[in-house]
């Protein structure tokens, strides 16, 4: 199909490579946490939505283009719309852009495309434009959600005392590298995170943390924008799945996890009798539904058991940070 085929020459570019090559001091690569800061590649990375016009038709398109330094960009298109927003989960493309003259410029013989002052413009094969996406900022319809009755507030800006080792920044956001103080069994979890700007680094090097519950099972907390997510990415119940859909948001935007989380079962004799399970919904979207853990996570602090446990924040080095975080208990 000549549309898909001309989808693909757009952002399958044969000019650039797919990583970015490590400087040598790349083993601290640099964390943004002020959007002032960032630099000219965050302005341009993002999501981007807009229609294409092939013949008579037209079609819905999503873009995500995460920024990997030095001006250069990887991308996914995605056929219907962005991730949890139209897209049909099967139909979506990646490739890589570059910066020129201070826009982003896709080129390939069959056609290409331009990005510049929050408009990704799409050209066919004569180089005629067929059409535009224009800059997009979602917004998860859990942020800021006010704790029920009877809730247990964590975190709310005020102080960290409910957590061991409880730390805030100067404009009063949770750091990781925290333990509640109070323990949980079956319980929901609302827990609002951000992940720091780092486009050199790559992987579990980019703005990694964990939110860990009962201080033993991982739900994965990284910048994983924009890529093909794995059992190690955000949403991940690490190295058990993968998300169902990667519903991360382009990083230093505010981000929900609702946790609706059962704990293991054990025996008189201490026997585990049934596995935890967990339903996790990222952004309002369910990436993961009634997923059973077989075992606790490989860096928990705490072993399996039938014991209440704490809510554990991660430190994995990188300024990732939280706020707005509480639990209902389940009687």
């Known amino acids: 199909m000549w549309f898909e085929r001309t989808l693909v020459a757009l952002f399958s570019l044969c000019v650039l490579g797919a990583s970015v090559v490590a400087a040598a001091d790349d083993k601290h690569p640099k964390a943004y946490t002020d959007p002032s800061d960032a630099g000219p590649d965050f302005k341009l990375q993002g999501e981007y939505t807009g229609q294409v016009e092939v013949g008579s038709g037209q079609f819905a398109v ?63 094969p004569d180089q005629q434009q067929v059409g535009t996406l224009k800059h997009s900022e979602r917004v998860s319809p859990t942020l800021g959600k006010r704790p029920p009755e009877g809730a247990i507030v964590l975190f709310d800006g005020k102080s960290a005392d409910a957590f061991e080792g409880g730390k805030m920044t100067d404009d009063h956001l949770l750091m990781p590298g925290v333990t509640s103080k109070q323990k949980f069994g079956d319980c929901t979890l609302h827990l609002e995170f951000r992940t720091p700007f780092m486009p050199t680094a790559l992987g579990q090097a980019r703005g990694n943390s964990g939110c860990y519950l009962q201080g033993r099972y991982e739900v994965q907390i990284l910048d994983s924008f924009g890529l093909d997510a794995k059992d190690n990415d955000c949403g991940a119940i690490y190295t058990v799945k993968a ?36 339903t996790v919904r990222q952004n309002g979207e369910i990436v993961q539904n009634k997923t059973k853990i077989p075992q606790a996570t490989r860096a928990a602090p705490i072993k399996e058991g039938p014991e209440p446990g704490p809510l554990y924040l991660q430190d994995h080095g990188n300024p990732v940070r939280f706020q707005n975080i509480w639990i209902v208990e389940k009687k």
């Open 62 to 124: 999503g873009a995500q283009l995460v920024a990997r330094g030095e001006g250069k960009f990887y991308s996914q298109i995605y056929l219907g719309g962005l991730p949890g927003s139209g897209w049909d989960r099967q139909t979506k493309y990646d490739g890589n852009g570059q910066t020129e003259d201070g826009a982003v410029v896709f080129k390939h013989l069959l056609g290409g495309g331009r990005l510049a002052d929050g408009v990704l413009t799409l050209l066919d």
């Open 243 to 278: 998300p169902d859909t990667n519903m991360c948001y382009p990083p230093l935007t505010w981000q929900t996890y609702d946790i609706d989380y059962t704990a293991a079962r054990y025996d008189s004799s201490g026997k585990k009798t049934q596995d935890a399970v967990i």
